[in-house]
């Protein structure tokens, strides 16, 4: 039985980054990769494919992106962990460890709604379910797409199809609003506004009763309606994958699997990574879901170097993440306003509008941004912005901000480039910006 100094069990960035540091740390250590999926595809460019964009072919990640760093890549169903012996039992072969690591990711969450069984009912996780979706969608009967959830990815989906091809796109919301678990309602209502303008349809405030058809889906029940699908596509969301984890008694619940900050889990020898684990907030130190690949791949390289002698502690997850909507592009890290209010948080707000470039150039958008503080101390505790311009810069440097605790006045106090193409004029950064706007009323 061939035994791995370090064997990972998953397939998206967790295990990749893992892998790659682990070697980089170890050019002698047996490195072993446990992946169910033949092909794994990177789950943000699904989108893009089925946008024509990309290709279906250019979102597989390869497997060289493990086999590369001289690592084992087992392609097997991971069924057993016994950790007494440090053995992983899989459906065609047992392997031996010394450390082993768990990046099993989640799985999207399919509702008990009836009819949810029937043909192109689509959840879009694996490589497969991609391409059915791309085939289907080239079938010259297909007219009706309906998308259950309005989170990002239900959003990117709509966006992305409407692209590829006028089709009849409609978003259905259980909540108030779209992107409501990542954005306040303002900044909501602009996505809302931006998907009307460019043709699809947005339901909010609905919940799907029934799907309808003899064997592939034809009408979609909701509020006591019902309209004509030719696919549904379910973006409601996904769950940590703690199956494997519960064969070896690893302490694990709905939320993920239980590690301390240095991803060790309740069993020795075997720690967890990725979207698999109970992610806390750096803020508050509850409870936060972090299901980002971004996350995914710091914690593999906090970890890997970890298990080569290191102690770097991991301090919670803050979630800077963004999208694009046809024009325009939101992004967000923290909390949003109303997320703290509804956990008892005192905070106040500052926002402000600016430019995405000099106000007297030709091509000139508006740029949109609201900082969330604590009221008790004024750190920054979340910040939201929109605007036609690429906001990941903004986003990244609000998520050090959290991380370290900055107060407004540290925001006030913001260094930042200026250049009439590439940002608005010196005196009106959106995110000091922001910050004053809070600042004045406070005086």
Known sequence: MKEFDVLVIGGGPALRECIRTCRMLSPQARLGAIRADKVMVNHCAMPYALGKRTTLERIIAPDTLVTRWDAQLIT?????????????????????YK??????????????????NLENILTLRHFEDV???????????????VIVGGGYIGVEFAYMIKQRANLNVTIIE??????????????????????????INVCTKSRVTEFKGKERVEKVVFDNKEIPAD??????????????????????DGQGVEVDKYFRTSVEGIYAIGDAIKTASPVTGDYFPGMLGSNAALEARMLATNLFGGNRAFSGVVNPSGTKIFSISFGMVGFTERYAKDRGIKCLSGSAKTTSMYSMLSGVKT?????????????????QMYGDINLVGLVDL???????S???????????????????EPAVNVLPRCAEDLWKRLK
């Open 231 to 252: 696919i549904v596509i379910l973006a409601i969301g996904v769950r940590p994958a703690v199956e494997l984890a519960l064969t070896a008694e690893v302490k694990a």
């Open 99 to 116: 450390k082993l690591v768990l990046a099993m990711g989640a799985e999207p969450i399919r509702p008990p709604i009836p009819g949810i």
């Open 131 to 145: 391409r059915k979706l791309e085939q289907t969608l080239d079938l010259a009967q297909i007219r009706n797409i």
């Open 406 to 424: 900055f107060t407004l006045y540290d925001i006030l106090d913001f260094m930042h480039t200026t250049q009439p193409e590439l940002s608005p």
């Open 76 to 96: 097997d169903e991971a069924r057993q962990i016994d950790p007494k012996r440090k053995i992983v039992k899989c459906g065609n072969d047992s392997f031996r």
């Open 367 to 383: 740029v949109e941004g609201k900082l969330v503080f604590k009221e008790s101390d004024l750190t920054v505790i979340g910040a």
């Open 398 to 404: 609000m998520s050090q901000a959290i991380l370290r």
């Open 174 to 199: 259980l909540l108030e609003h779209l992107l409501k678990a990542s954005l306040d309602d303002e900044f909501c209502t602009v996505a809302e506004e931006e998907l009307h303008r460019n043709g």
